[in-house]
């Protein structure tokens, strides 16, 4: 890592579905059981897997256009099953975890920004051992989701950082949209939810095919 003085960065801003945690395959999976258990069209998985990192009500809205608002609770119950169902067999992408205990012991704050609610990241992060890992979370139910800037708005006031000194790290459009707004600087993911040409046009600081090239390009340019 470099050293303190030499740092762009002081804020590390994680997603976690698809960034750290390798589960895109389970939710949109989740999804599309969801609406074929309430007999409604069933989107394809390029389809099911744009929506993930926007909040519930946004996603719902984006995969099931035609599905009235007063069933939206019957489709996320049944989401929530298949979901539910499939989380303990989630794993971290390799070497995230070590990654992130380097990071946090350079002297990085380290912080995440998602989709999910907050009883479902704080219990993936038990899941995961990482509670205390990071120095402040934002969820989708807590503010604004979502591309609006809220979430990293939030950190950094909380954290005292400008957004000179903010890095956003996701692998959806939405992170860096999201990153955008609130006049951070962004990096791609390449092996997560959203095709690489998508993340391309808003212009991210490099395009990252795995945790082992984030760990690298952190550690050169972090």
């Known amino acids: ?9 002081r804020l590390i801003v994680f997603d976690w579905d698809g960034t750290l945690s390798d589960s895109t395959f389970i939710i ?7 609406l074929r258990d309430m007999g409604e069209p069933v989107p394809d998985e390029m389809a099911a897997r ?32 298949h979901y539910l169902a499939r989380e303990d067999d989630i794993p971290l992408f390799a070497g995230a975890a070590a990654m992130l205990e380097d990071l946090d012991s350079a002297g990085y704050f380290l912080a995440v920004a998602t989709g999910k609610s907050r009883a479902g990241l704080d219990r993936v992060l038990r899941q995961n051992r990482l509670v205390g890992r990071f120095h402040a979370t934002r969820c ?16 950094m006031d909380r954290l005292g950082v400008e957004p000179r000194e903010t890095l956003m790290i996701g692998d959806t459009t939405h992170d860096l949209e999201l990153a955008r707004n609130a006049g951070v600087s962004a990096l ?12 391309a046009r808003l212009s991210p600081l490099a395009m990252l095919h795995s945790i082992g090239e984030m760990r690298e390009w952190l550690g050169q340019n972090g």
């Open 140 to 155: 989708a139910d807590e503010g604004r989701p979502k591309p609006h800037p809220d979430m990293l708005l939030h950190l």
């Open 188 to 199: 791609a993911v390449a092996y997560g939810a959203h095709a690489v040409d998508g993340l």
């Open 50 to 81: 744009f929506v993930i990192g926007l909040g519930l009500a946004d996603a719902l809205r984006t995969v099931a256009p035609g599905l009235p608002a007063h069933r939206h609770a019957e489709l996320s119950a049944y989401y929530r099953k």
């Open 1 to 9: 890592m470099r050293s303190a003085e030499d740092r762009r960065f």
């Open 28 to 34: 949109a999976r989740s999804l599309q059981d969801a």
